[in-house]
């Protein structure tokens, strides 16, 4: 941490000054800026466990506090005006669609009632895996989520052992099913919104994506088949939990579902040069224009559809709050993370940038996929992949690399991806004992590395 005034006696109020001023200070703090990012990922790896009232009361004041605990001393450091924008800049352009378009999500899909129960056998939960697995890349990895998370959990309301249920629909509908389009997962719409082909992940990842959902689902196949045969498998009474034939209640809600994937992609293919700044912070009209119709179909979905559709579906917004108040810590925490790697070579994190290419600066596509991976598992993977597609973007061999790092590799711990943590507490609200951060990581490693290793192998 150093004097502003010994570096920059002048802050000027240009976006490009106040962005040099930033970058300058952490390169000069180097890896001490992460430390409120590391302690909020700690938070929630370890808090849940060890004293979970303490956490479920107060995990928003804690995400407040690491927060600050960046912003206070970047803001002492650099001056008001670079943490100012800092700020604005996280929550206007990164934090507030993202939470939009979750809120819009969870709303419109918390809608949809599927009525009645399927038997909860082996083949019925894999077809329902494989069902979120395809629609996850046309209605995106959180609205596939939101949909049928809570059927799939009615369904098997008579098992004892559910949380692998939980664990391979985050792997598949959560992450892996939304590789194929730009509005199945947030870091393929950036890529979009930087002019890849709106079909270029159809094309390039759909074999990968293929191959990696045909492997998973025969693996759970063999996995519930076997928990279920356990004597030990169902509850007291679980036999007499009758199976009813499904129906669809809230329909209104498949149209607003449409509004907002064409809200989605209005604005990446309506640009028209029209745009507010505040404080160096750019606001874009279609940008604008997209959040107010991700809200209007929210308002639309709550006046319109029936409360027993959603007291049907245990609707609350408990997970919705929880995931709003731990990622506005995240978003602002992951700042200086990002920063820094967006310095490359010559950041603190250089000598990790510089594994990406070989001797010859030519990028690497196996370490592409692992490094965007595993980065995106621990940070945000949209951030991860823009930073990672900035470097070797205009090579198709390390862009189809990172995305499928990016998109696959979200499904490696609870943060990886916004559906994850939503889904996560919806099932413990529903009284599905889930595993903690620590133990989720460890079994989806288990689980998704050697797949992964496989995916490496055969096309990178």
């Given amino acids: ?5 010994a570096r920059c006696p002048v802050l000027k109020t240009t976006k490009e000054s106040r962005l040099q001023a930033s970058m300058h200070f952490y390169e000069a703090g180097g890896l001490l800026w992460a430390l409120p990012f590391a302690g909020m990922l700690l ?6 466990m060890a004293c979970p009232h303490f956490w479920h009361t107060h995990h928003g004041k804690i995400a407040v506090g690491w927060a600050a605990a960046f912003l206070l001393p970047f803001a002492y450091s650099a001056g008001f005006v670079p943490a100012l924008h800092e700020i604005l800049h996280a929550l206007l352009l990164e934090y507030l669609p993202f939470v939009v378009l979750l809120f819009a999500l969870y709303t419109v899909a918390g809608g949809l009632h599927i009525q009645g129960r399927l038997r909860g056998s082996p083949l019925a939960n894999t077809g329902i895996l494989a069902f979120g697995t ?15 998370i809570r059927p799939l959990l009615r369904a098997n309301e008579r098992r004892r052992q559910r949380a692998h249920l939980v664990m391979f629909f985050i792997f598949l509908v959560g992450n892996i099913g939304g590789a194929l389009s730009p509005l199945g997962d947030p870091p393929l719409f950036l890529g979009f919104l930087h002019g890849v082909d709106f079909f270029w992940p159809t094309r390039m990842l759909a074999a990968p994506t293929l191959l990696v959902s045909g492997i998973l689902l025969i693996l759970f196949l063999g996995v519930d088949s ?4 356990r004597p030990d498998s169902l509850l007291p009474g679980g036999d007499a939990i009758p199976a009813q034939v499904p129906g669809l209640e809230g329909r209104i809600n498949l149209a607003l579902l449409a509004l907002i994937i064409g809200a ?5 293919v309506w640009h028209p040069g029209v745009s507010v700044s505040l404080q160096g912070v750019t606001l874009e009209l279609q940008n604008l224009v997209r959040d107010a119709l991700l809200l209007l179909a929210a308002a639309a979905s709550l006046k319109w559809t029936a409360p027993h559709a959603r007291h049907g579906n245990g609707f609350t917004w408990g997970p919705m709050a929880e995931v709003a108040k731990l990622f506005i810590g995240i978003f602002l925490t992951i700042i200086p993370v990002v ?5 490359g070579a010559d950041g603190a994190l250089g000598s990790l940038i510089a594994l990406a290419h070989d001797a010859h600066g030519q990028p690497v596509g196996a370490h592409y996929f692992w490094m965007t991976g595993i980065l995106s598992a621990f940070l945000d993977n949209a951030p991860t992949y823009l930073v990672f597609f900035n470097m070797g973007g205009s090579d198709p061999q390390a862009l189809r690399a990172l995305s499928a790092g990016a998109v696959f590799m979200g499904a490696l711990t609870y943060i990886g991806n916004a559906p994850n943590f939503m889904v996560k507490a919806i099932a413990e609200h529903r009284h599905v004992p889930m595993p903690g951060f620590f133990a989720f990581t460890g079994w989806s490693g288990l689980v998704l590395l050697p797949v992964f290793a496989l995916v490496a192998w055969v096309f990178f």
């Fill in 134 to 148: 395809a629609i996850a890349s046309v209605i995106g990895t959180t609205g596939a989520a939101m949909v049928l």
């Fill in 264 to 268: 989605v992609l209005l604005s990446g």
């Fill in 43 to 48: 938070s929630i790896a370890v808090l849940p």
């Fill in 1 to 5: 941490m150093v004097n502003p005034a």
């Fill in 226 to 229: 076997y928990l279920l045969r």
């Fill in 339 to 343: 920063a820094i790697l967006k310095m």
